[in-house]
């Protein structure tokens, strides 16, 4: 059996600030967008260039305290190209950004960026494949 992975859920408390950042830093694209005023929620996907793994940001209408990222959870990551300029470009725009950084010593191989709602997103050297 083959299980591919679709999307992972950010519950996020400001769907529009999300959706900016994720696109502005990113590049994603609103792939869908469903409204559920019965259940008091909205779900906003969220994808990158053309790839069938999604991003789906939840927003709770009446959450009003910010969500507590548990002490297991990690980061999202993206690939790049050019790393030194999408560090550049996410420093420019002002991001919660880390200093690049490598897992041995050379040539930096990653850094990470912080959403509104403090989730972390790893922006990777993309390899040759």
Not at 30 to 54: C, H, I, N, Q
Not at 62 to 88: C, F, M, R, T
């Amino acid at each position: 059996m083959e299980y591919p992975m679709i999307h992972i859920c950010y519950r996020v408390m400001d769907l529009e600030a999300s959706e900016s950042f994720y696109r502005k830093a990113f590049g994603f694209e609103v792939s869908r967008k469903k409204d559920y005023p019965e259940g008091r929620f909205t779900l906003s996907y969220m994808t990158s260039a053309g790839l069938p793994f999604e991003l789906e940001l939840t927003y709770n209408y009446d959450q009003k305290d910010p969500y507590v990222i548990g002490d297991g959870y990690s980061h999202l990551a993206v690939a790049v190209a050019d790393l030194e300029a999408s560090h550049k470009h996410h420093t420019e725009m002002g991001l919660q950004v880390t200093p690049l950084k490598g897992l041995s010593e050379g040539q930096p191989m990653f850094y990470f960026v912080t959403d509104p709602d403090g989730f972390r997103v790893e922006v990777v050297r993309r390899k040759n494949l």
